[in-house]
C-alpha cells in the first residue's frame, strides 16, 4: 500500500521569498513521485515527476523537487515566489511494479502568496 | 491538441435525481481514470479504466455509482439516486499506460462541479 503526507494543508509566503512545501511518502515499493498543481477552478496538471533517474527533478514554472529515500520525501521547492504561484499543490506516488498509472494523492496545501 | 473534455461544468439537481457525468479523454490514450474531490476527503480515486475494462472500482463509493466506457473515447459516471453527500467536484484524467515501464502522465479535464440540493 501507498501513501502521501503533505505537511501544512495552507503556506503562506511573501513574494519573493523561498518556497518549501513538503511531501513525505509511504511505499513498500521503490516509487514514482508526482507533484500536480490546481489553478481555482481548473483541473490538475504536472509540475515534474521523479521516475528514477537523477534525484532532483526540475518541473516548470521553477519549480524542483527533491527524492530522499532515506528520508521518504520528496518537497517541493521554488528560490523566489511569484503571486502566479498562488495554487493548490498536490504530492501524488505510483507504485511502479504494477501497471498503469494509478497515483495516491495528497491532501493537497494550498499555497498563497502576499505581496 | 485538445485535452479531456468533461461535461457538463456544473450541475445543479435535487436530491433523488439521477446524475450523468461525461468524459472524453485524449485520443490515443487507453487509461481513464475518474476521481472525486471535497474538502473533507481531498481528491478519491473512484475507478480506473485500461482499455475500456474497468480495472480497479474499489473506490466507487456505493451502488448508486456506475461508470461504463462503451469505447474508446467516451465514458460516463452515473449517480442513481443523487444524494446531497454525492455534492463535489468530478475529474476524469487521461494517460497511456506503460506496462512495466515507467509511468506516464496523467492529463486532467477541468472538472464537474456537481451540487446535490
Known amino acids: 500500500a501507498q501513501s502521501v503526507t503533505q505537511l501544512g494543508s495552507h503556506v503562506s509566503v511573501s513574494e519573493g521569498a523561498l518556497v518549501l512545501l513538503r511531501c513525505n511518502y509511504s511505499s513498500s515499493v521503490p516509487p514514482y513521485l508526482f507533484w500536480y498543481v490546481q489553478y481555482p477552478n481548473q483541473g490538475l496538471q504536472l509540475l515534474l515527476k521523479y521516475t528514477s533517474a537523477a534525484t532532483l527533478v526540475k518541473g516548470i514554472n521553477g519549480f524542483e523537487a527533491e527524492f530522499k529515500k532515506s528520508e521518504t520525501s520528496f518537497h517541493l521547492t521554488k528560490p523566489s515566489a511569484h503571486m502566479s504561484d498562488a495554487a493548490e499543490y498536490f504530492c501524488?506516488?505510483?507504485?511502479?511494479?504494477?501497471?498503469?498509472?494509478?497515483?495516491?494523492f495528497g491532501g493537497g496545501t494550498r499555497l498563497m502568496v502576499k505581496p | 491538441d485538445a485535452g479531456v473534455i468533461q461535461s457538463p461544468r456544473h450541475e445543479v439537481t435535487e436530491m433523488g435525481q439521477e446524475v450523468t457525468l461525461r468524459c472524453k479523454p485524449i485520443?490515443?490514450?487507453?487509461?481513464l481514470f475518474w476521481y472525486r474531490q471535497t474538502m473533507m476527503r481531498g481528491l478519491e480515486l473512484l475507478i480506473y479504466?485500461?482499455?475500456?475494462?474497468?480495472?480497479?472500482d474499489s473506490g466507487m463509493p456505493e451502488d448508486r455509482f456506475s461508470a461504463k466506457m462503451p469505447n474508446a473515447s467516451f465514458s460516463t459516471l452515473k449517480i442513481q439516486p443523487s444524494e446531497p453527500r454525492d455534492s463535489a467536484v468530478y475529474f476524469c484524467?487521461?494517460?497511456?499506460?506503460?506496462?512495466?515501464?515507467?509511468?506516464?502522465?496523467?492529463?486532467f479535464g477541468e472538472g464537474s462541479r456537481l451540487t446535490v440540493l
Open positions: 479504466f485500461n482499455n475500456n475494462v474497468p480495472i480497479d
Open positions: 501524488a506516488v505510483s507504485d511502479r511494479i504494477r501497471a498503469g498509472n494509478m497515483l495516491t
Open positions: 485520443s490515443g490514450h487507453n487509461s
Open positions: 484524467a487521461s494517460s497511456i499506460p506503460t506496462g512495466g515501464g515507467p509511468t506516464g502522465e496523467l492529463f
